[in-house]
Structures are given as structure tokens and as C-alpha cells.
């Protein structure tokens, strides 16, 4: 039986024990696997971009880093599962512009906001195009809305989501250039662009990467790309800045913790993160996979991601009321 000063001891002893090994737990973060969640379907180059980065990432912490893809809600199922997990540092989450700047202005209410996570650091980004089939009569940006301006419905163009990043900018060109837009929305990118590419379908706004080979063996024709001057990816086509649009849209992704992981471990991830993106290797990864362009940037780059994409494709959904019910 403990004396009254072995337990007086005691419980002096105890908050120091504990003090010091939460404190040593936190030295030596990780010392488990860690899993980013990904709120889109494996394959495409989003998935691969994430799946580059925790091939690298798990080699520079010693611990197996897992992807986990929750595709679903229009990426609010996995941004809302990473967003709401536990605060540790195992559980993180694979940012895209569309779930954390666009949805937030889309829907009444979301289990997410901008401001329920910690940003870690910004990977990688897509330029969007404006695409035609290969077959169609229309060569230019120009020629092409000339003649869906002679139509007299709005202009029938396929899009992955309704709300996304690609949808909002066929809606600012067609608030610029005068047309009404009707998207065509399909399970993905993937499919869209076989129809495109086979006829079916009259024009698309996508990603880059997604058209590509296409437009290089002549089954699509990509009319005009949202980069601020032509890329040697694909030198003859305009931007549309140069074709006298101001548009500059980007597709971004990167990586976030959920709000109120310590600020040591979201240090030690971005520093790990970054000096990943800056390696050979890595972009060796990245120049594989069409046109992804790594951006490394911090947590304050995100932040200013976020806030640029909100001022760009806030202003269209609010001129052209789109909306979106939960």
C-alpha cells in the first residue's frame, strides 16, 4: 500500500511523464503509414501526380505512405473524409482546385470549408482548353463561335462536372464572346473526349492532358489553351489571352492536413513535400504525365490559390447563377 508521500510523488510524476512522451511522440512523427485520401477515381493525372508524390514521400519519412481514393459527391466525399479526420498527421488530404475553391460557392452547405484545413504545400497544375472534333468545320476559336453564334440554341459542350473548373470556364468565354452554354456532363474526362474525339459530341472544355494525343494525330482540334503564352507542348495553339480573352484558368493540386494538426508536423511535411517536388526524379515523374507543371508551392501559395480562384470563378457563378443543391 503507497504511503501518502509516495502518492503525493506520484502525482507530481505523472504530468511529466506524460508531458515529455507526448512530446517524444512528436519528435519522432511519423512512426506509422500514412494515407492520403483522394477524392477522385484511380487513374487520370491527378491520381498519378498523387500517386508520384507518395512514392517519393514515403521514401524520405521511412514509413509506407497509401493512397486511398474516394471518388464520389463532386469531390466533396474524400475532401470532406480528410478534412474531418483526426488532427495526427496520418491522415492527410490531396487538395484539387475545385473541391477547396469552388465548391465552397457552389453548394448551401458543405461537412468542409477553405478554413477547416491546414494547407501543406501546392504540387502540381493543368492548363484547360477548348476543343472541337477533328472533323468539324470550325479550325479557329474564332470560327467556332461564329458559328455557334448563328445557331439559335446555346452551345452544346461537354464537360466532366457541372460546377467544375472547366464548366465555369466555357461559361466565362461564352459571357465574353456572347453565348449561351449548355454542358453536356459526363462520368469523367475519359469518356468525353472518345465521343469527341469520335464525333459524337460538338465541342468540349477540358484538361490539357486529356486531349492532347488526340489533337497530335488530328482527331481533335484544340482551338485555343487557358496558359498565359503558348507551351511548347503544343505550340500552335493560341491562347486565349492572345486571341483576345482574358482568360487564364488553372486545374491545381497539392496537399492538406486536417485543421489543427500541430504546426511541427505540417512544418515537416511541406519541407519534406517541396524538397520532393525540386528533385530530378520527381519531375521526371511529372514531365511523363501531360502537362502537369510542378508549382512547390508553400501554404501561403495555396491560400493565394484559393483566393484567386474564388475572386475568377466567383464572378461567373455569380453572373451566370450556377448553384448546386446538396
Do not use: C
Request: aromatic share 8%; charged share 20%.
Amino acid at each position: 500500500m503507497m504511503s501518502r508521500r509516495q502518492i503525493a510523488l506520484a502525482a507530481f510524476i505523472s504530468p511529466l511523464l506524460l508531458s515529455t512522451s507526448a512530446s517524444f511522440g512528436a519528435d519522432i512523427y511519423p512512426s506509422r503509414p500514412i494515407k492520403i485520401i483522394v477524392p477522385i477515381a484511380a487513374g487520370g493525372a491527378n491520381d498519378a501526380t498523387a500517386r508520384a508524390l507518395a512514392l517519393d514521400l514515403q521514401k524520405k519519412l521511412g514509413v509506407p505512405v497509401i493512397i486511398d481514393n474516394r471518388p464520389g459527391g463532386n469531390f466533396v466525399i474524400g475532401t470532406g473524409a480528410a478534412a474531418s479526420a483526426p488532427p495526427d498527421g496520418y491522415t492527410l488530404g490531396w487538395a484539387l482546385s475545385a473541391a477547396l475553391s469552388l465548391n465552397p460557392l457552389l453548394y448551401d452547405s458543405l461537412p468542409y470549408k477553405p478554413n477547416d484545413v491546414e494547407y501543406i504545400a501546392a504540387i502540381s497544375k493543368s492548363y484547360q482548353v477548348i476543343a472541337v472534333p477533328g472533323n468539324a468545320k470550325a479550325n479557329t476559336l474564332k470560327e467556332w463561335i461564329a458559328e455557334v453564334k448563328k445557331s439559335d440554341g446555346p452551345a452544346a459542350i461537354g464537360v466532366s462536372s457541372f460546377g467544375g473548373t472547366v464548366h465555369l470556364m466555357a461559361e466565362d468565354l461564352g459571357d465574353r464572346a456572347g453565348f449561351r452554354v449548355e454542358p453536356v456532363v459526363f462520368r469523367g474526362e475519359a469518356p468525353a473526349s472518345v465521343d469527341l474525339a469520335a464525333g459524337q459530341l460538338p465541342a468540349m472544355s477540358g484538361i490539357l492532358a486529356n486531349l492532347l494525343e488526340y489533337h497530335r494525330v488530328g482527331r481533335v482540334k484544340i482551338l485555343a489553351i487557358s496558359s498565359e503564352s503558348r507551351l511548347p507542348l503544343i505550340p500552335d495553339v493560341p491562347t486565349f489571352i492572345e486571341l483576345g480573352y482574358p482568360i487564364s484558368a488553372v486545374y491545381w493540386n497539392g496537399v492538406f492536413a486536417p485543421k489543427g494538426t500541430p504546426k511541427s508536423i505540417v512544418a515537416r511535411l511541406s519541407e519534406a513535400i517541396r524538397e520532393i517536388v525540386e528533385t530530378p526524379e520527381f519531375r521526371a515523374r511529372l514531365a511523363a504525365i501531360p502537362d502537369v507543371n510542378y508549382i512547390n508551392g508553400s501554404s501561403d501559395v495555396m491560400k493565394a490559390l484559393v483566393k484567386a480562384d474564388q475572386d475568377y470563378y466567383g464572378r461567373i457563378i455569380t453572373k451566370r447563377k450556377i448553384s448546386l443543391k446538396n
